[in-house]
């Protein structure tokens, strides 16, 4: 082991262990501080001296940003990184680092499980076989047929073309909405570029795997369900700000949507130090919910972990990270990994 010279603090994290970001942090020379940070003030507590910090659920503002005193990076342990201040980071002459490969076909084949879940009624029908009841219509129709209905997708980076690869073979028409998304490679694959009035009018099911940012918070409110086909079905794996849940509460109730599965909910549970399972969408029958895991498995985890912590590895080492979501930062002027690099080389 190396002589320690460096603090990494991991600002949360719901794995057992931290073995694996010590086995190869420790080689860097860096001593691995975990905790389990639901503020800003707890998290300035233990990383104003931190030359990095992991990051899995813990928001990282403006405020945090600016008393950390010797940070070197921020790494994120997953693709998105919407709770870390990225501007602010690269003012302060920070790298920001993700895992932009990671959990694409976990999050994927979640999303569309999901989605066959509710469409089958799996839950219903098994319920009633429970219950002793064995037959056809026993709490599961009306069931219609999958092949010929309109899937649209909201966000489309990998996860959102992986979705749309595997619905494919089921006979699912294809709508994306993604702005960003080039319409050639939408095309390409299949699916149709339209605009999100149209994906919201003609889609029987709705999947979201947009990034949240200012422009996607409450993309899915009141006036968003108001124009969905009645009877659609919801599918978020992306963030749970994304939907407004007492709208979706409201069109839930009201009827005008059949189902929704959420993979995450609007007050975001993994950042609450006591949450409650208060939110009214858990009492609803036809709201399936699960708790952030889509992008679980045994493989994604490890690879995660490992991704984001030689990112740190790297740049305590005086390396360039590989997976920079802040490229505009090697030219700051206080670009603190600089003088690491220049000691290093």
């Not at 405020?63 to 005193?69: C, D, P, Q």
């Not at 912590?309 to 603190?336: I, T």
């Amino acid at each position: 082991m190396s002589k320690t010279s460096f603090k990494v603090v991991v600002t949360d994290y719901d794995y057992p262990d931290l073995d694996i970001e010590r086995q190869i942090l420790e080689e860097a020379g860096a001593e691995v501080v975990g905790a389990q940070c639901k503020s800003e003030e707890e998290l300035i507590a233990v990383a104003r001296d931190a030359h990095g910090l992991l990051v899995q659920y813990a928001r990282v503002g403006a405020r945090t940003i600016a008393e950390l005193e010797k940070c070197l990076v921020i790494a994120r342990y997953g693709i998105g990184v919407d709770i870390v201040d990225v501007q602010a980071a690269t003012r302060r002459g920070i790298l920001c680092t993700n895992v932009p490969r990671y959990c694409v076909d976990e999050v994927a084949d979640h999303a569309v499980s999901m989605f066959l879940t509710m469409a089958r009624r799996l839950r219903e029908y098994d319920a009633a076989v429970r219950a002793g009841r064995w037959h056809w219509s026993a709490s599961g129709a009306p069931i219609h047929r999958l092949r010929g209905q309109v899937a649209g997708i909201v966000g489309y980076g990998k996860i959102g073309s992986s979705i749309a690869s595997r619905l494919k073979p089921f006979g699912l028409s294809l709508a994306v909405y993604d702005p960003y998304a080039p319409e050639e490679r939408i095309a390409a694959d299949g699916a149709e570029k339209v605009s999100f009035a149209e994906l919201l009018s003609s889609a029987d099911v709705v999947f979201i795997q947009a990034p949240l940012t200012p422009e996607t918070h409450h993309l899915f409110d009141a006036a968003a369900f108001a124009r969905m086909k009645k009877g659609a079905l919801l599918v978020n794996t992306a963030r749970g700000p994304i939907i407004d849940n007492q709208a979706l509460y409201e069109a839930l109730t009201s009827g005008q949507l059949s189902g929704a599965a959420l993979d995450d909910l609007e007050e975001e549970p993994a950042k609450k130090r006591a949450w409650k399972p208060e939110n009214p969408l858990l009492k609803l029958p036809n709201a399936l919910v699960s708790p952030h895991s889509a992008y679980y498995s045994e493989e994604s985890l490890a690879e995660a972990r490992e991704t984001a912590a030689s990112e740190v590895a790297r740049v305590l080492k005086g390396a360039a990270p590989e997976n920079l979501v802040n490229p505009e930062v090697l030219q700051s002027p206080v670009l603190r990994w600089k003088a690491t690099a220049e000691r290093s080389a």
